[in-house]
């Protein structure tokens, strides 16, 4: 937990019930003690934040738990959503507390590779149309946009990765350094620095991040590296 | 210091000698006692990581310490670019400590903007040309992103951003919500929902970060919303 901000402890602390993803609160034991704790499974998350909202409607102090950052990809838009379809006054407040995301927890482990403009596209297309997926695929690519690749692969979504590379390829070159890094930050993180043109070979999952570089992102040593642009201002 | 991880806390307290940007040191001062502390003004990057550099080959272990991620849009890049130009063989570790950038804080201040696929753009056309970032606008609004301006104004720069919403006006609609921050987590933190037809008229500084909403998001109450798309697939 050494990526656990004080502000996020602090919430927990103050809180009087604690709602997350068994996974997740396996990991924080000691700031459970003495709280009503209510964990459950994958998939669970529009029951997660119902309960949430029905607690705090209730007016109990409640921490629905996420991992990364509640607000990027993550279950912060699931509770507003879900409180705004009630169609009900707001009786209690909602705070969000910022996280480490897996891009931010990613793009240390690479080296430095979002130091200039960046797209975050999910490749699930379980909510989202497929076309607007490859639109901003494309975009993105010929935008020369680092790209940061959320969802990359599932069991069941294989082909996403492969169509996005394809996109991608066709305004960047194979040799476009590409990281995948699977469970950022956890006991069983792995960190694999390839490129483009080999990228599918690397073990892709539903844990892993693809961050694929600019024009300008070189590999150095075992480093991901997109240049500012630094060098053609100073002396470096 | 709310937002700082133990990860970050740890890597502090691990080192012989702490360098950065004065006014970050300021918010530290426990961690920098028995420490050799290098503190500088703003706008001695190149020079604040060449010290770092020298140190860390002299066999220190070196902090360089960063606002927000030093992994977006900060000072990890700058150490390699400078550590890579050098064309000495790396003799010492480098690692780079996640950390919750601006856009992350930002995201959490607004409600859930950062729900869906965005784009981070910096304005700054200090060390990228003008053409380059508005190629990257203009794909990010035409592809329907979530766009966080960074560096969107400063005393010398303030047509920048008159210009990126013209760009992102012809591809969305003027009742579109944006939302400003400015220092977030800071003391002097400030928050403004407004629109994209509006938003010039809001406090748009050097500190600030704007977050321009997609076809979909929604304000409601003080709140900013990018809906994932739950409520096409689950009743809520």
């Known amino acids: 937990m050494s990526h656990l901000t004080p502000a996020a402890r602090d919430a927990i602390e103050a809180s009087d019930v604690v709602i997350g993803y068994r996974t997740y609160l396996d990991l924080i034991p000691e700031l459970l003690e003495g709280r009503e704790v209510i964990s459950s499974q994958m998939m669970k998350e529009v029951d997660r934040s119902r309960q949430a909202l029905d607690l705090a409607a209730a007016g109990r102090t409640v921490s629905l738990v996420s991992g990364g950052d509640p607000g990027i990809y993550a279950m912060a838009g699931l509770v507003f959503e879900m409180a705004r379809e009630s169609g009900e006054d707001l009786s209690f407040d909602i705070k969000v507390i910022p996280g480490i995301a897996a891009l931010n927890a990613c793009a240390a482990r690479l080296g430095a590779p979002l130091m200039h ?28 946009f680092v790209i940061v690749l959320y969802n990359p692969r599932s069991k069941k979504r294989t082909e996403q990765i492969v169509r996005a590379r394809e996109i991608i390829m066709a305004h960047r070159s194979p040799e476009t350094p590409v990281g995948i890094v699977t469970a950022a930050t956890r006991e069983n993180e792995e960190i694999t620095l390839t490129s483009l043109g080999e990228m599918l070979s690397g073990e892709i999952g539903m844990q892993s991040c693809v961050v694929i570089g600019n024009s300008n992102t070189v ?7 997109t240049p500012r642009g630094y060098r053609d201002k100073y002396t470096l």
Do not use: G, N, Y
């Not at 590999?219 to 590296?225: G, P, S």
């Open 117 to 144: 403009d960046f797209a975050a596209i999910s490749l699930s297309d379980l909510l989202t149309p497929w076309e607007v997926i490859e639109r901003r695929l494309e975009a993105a690519a010929m935008a020369d």
């Open 219 to 225: 590999r150095w040593h075992d480093f991901m590296v």
